[in-house]
């Protein structure tokens, strides 16, 4: 059942609370040495705000993804820079709902208990890009097991987590009717993998968001790795779309709030020709523009995840709402680097680092073009664009 205001309210507080102890200067120098926020996770993981999504016997809140997105929001609206651990939250859509029982038995009371991490889902390649069906790393039964063998890119937090969820072909492309078919998902333990078939090398980056290069080189898995049925893999990832774009949508709603309450506060305290640089409307208007716009994404986000809770369609909605609030989010960076003139560059002042945060959401996990395509294609009934 979704949570009430007053419950919403409680959560975002909470949040609020244990970010608190982790202020700026822990996130500004995290990402001065590419270091990886450990207690933060760990902690946010323990007091259960991780793992909202988890039902309840498996050892989890039970909770939905209106109640994900608040958290989300709030660590965003906090300074800090979520990509450490969002990954968690939705990349456990696809276990919760195409595991089978022993898989969930297996690993989602551990990751509830924070004894492990799943942090990481292997999609992106090199060569392919958004053309995510023409992916080729390819897994090959081989007697109970499973061979893999290619290469990924931008795969995140891979070094600080103990699952991953790999997309892979087990049928070559030209021999099924559709390219979305073929495609299998897995679990995989990369404590086992990696150096066994499995390489890994950082890739130096704009954020410190710890993305990898990967390297398959006849990887052995168990066939009990296997999320939901064989070559139906394109649907196992698809489903926890919608949630990622949701709760991504929800921290870009976060980090534009976050940008407007530090340019209204540095437009009300900086005086220059004797009076508050926000008493001018060249600075007072596109802030109060930008509030607007972070805002009217937070009811697209909100709208998006009371229709994911209720079971109901919402591509569109989930997609749209991620398009907005990432753009919002955006602007309203700018705006408050425009507010604070020449100290926007000093990096105690933390709005450099969350400006270049906030802009991976136009083109990670989904491009914005891309969802355009979506809409002009699917909701809107154009033809396809490419
Ligand atoms: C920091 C970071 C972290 C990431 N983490 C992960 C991760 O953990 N796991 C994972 O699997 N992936 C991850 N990604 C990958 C991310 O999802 C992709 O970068 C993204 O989907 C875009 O794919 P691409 O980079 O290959 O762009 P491309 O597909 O090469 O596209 C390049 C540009 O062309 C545009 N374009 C392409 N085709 C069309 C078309 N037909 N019509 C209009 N425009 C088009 C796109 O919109 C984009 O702007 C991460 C990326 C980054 C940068």
């Known amino acids: 059942m979704t949570s009430s205001v007053e419950e919403i309210a409680e959560i975002r507080d909470s949040v609020r609370k244990l970010c608190a102890k982790y202020g700026e200067d822990y996130w500004l120098e995290l990402d001065r040495k590419g270091g990886f926020p450990t207690e933060f996770v760990s902690e946010l993981t323990t007091s259960g705000f991780l793992t909202v999504l ?48 022993a898989q969930k038995r297996r690993y989602l009371p551990a990751i509830a208990a924070g004894e492990l991490r799943l942090q990481t889902f292997g999609v992106t390649e090199p060569t392919t890009g958004t053309n995510t069906t023409s992916l080729k790393t390819t897994a090959t039964r081989d007697g109970d097991d499973y061979l893999i063998n290619g290469q990924k890119v931008w795969i995140s937090r891979i070094e600080h987590s103990d699952l991953m969820v790999l997309l892979a072909r087990t049928t070559p492309a030209d021999q099924v009717a559709k390219k979305t078919q073929g495609l299998s998902a897995f679990l995989i333990d990369l404590r086992e993998a990696v150096g066994n078939g499995l390489e890994i090398r950082p890739i130096e980056s704009m954020i410190n968001h710890h993305s990898c ?8 898995i168990g066939a009990d790795t296997l999320l939901g049925k064989e070559g139906e893999g394109f ?14 949508a929800s921290e870009c709603v976060g980090d534009g709030r976050y940008f407007i309450d530090k340019a209204v506060s540095y437009a009300n305290e900086r005086v220059v020709f004797d009076r508050p640089i926000g008493m001018n409307q060249g600075v007072q208007f596109p802030i109060a523009r930008s509030y607007t716009e972070v805002e009217a994404a937070a009811l697209m986000v909100d709208k998006a995840a009371r229709m994911f809770d ?27 680097m425009q507010t604070h003139g020449g100290f926007a560059f000093a990096k105690e002042y933390h709005i450099e680092r969350k400006f270049r945060e906030t802009r991976l959401y136009q083109i990670a996990p989904i491009s914005t073009n891309l969802i355009l395509s979506f809409v002009g294609e699917h909701v809107l009934g154009m033809p396809r664009s490419f």
């Open 213 to 220: 290069e990967l390297f398959f080189d006849n990887l052995r």
């Open 310 to 336: 209720a079971g109901e369609p919402c591509g569109a909605e989930a997609n749209m709402a991620k398009m907005l609030a990432s753009e919002a989010s955006w602007k309203a960076g700018d705006v408050c």
């Open 54 to 101: 988890i039902p309840e016997e498996y050892g989890g809140s039970g909770l939905g993804v209106l109640e994900g997105a608040a958290v989300m929001e709030e660590i965003c609206r906090s300074g800090a820079h979520a990509g450490a651990c969002h990954a968690q939250m939705y990349v456990m859509g696809s276990v919760l709902r195409h595991g089978s029982e």
């Open 235 to 248: 649907k196992v990832i698809l489903d926890g779309m919608n949630a990622e774009r949701i709760l991504i």
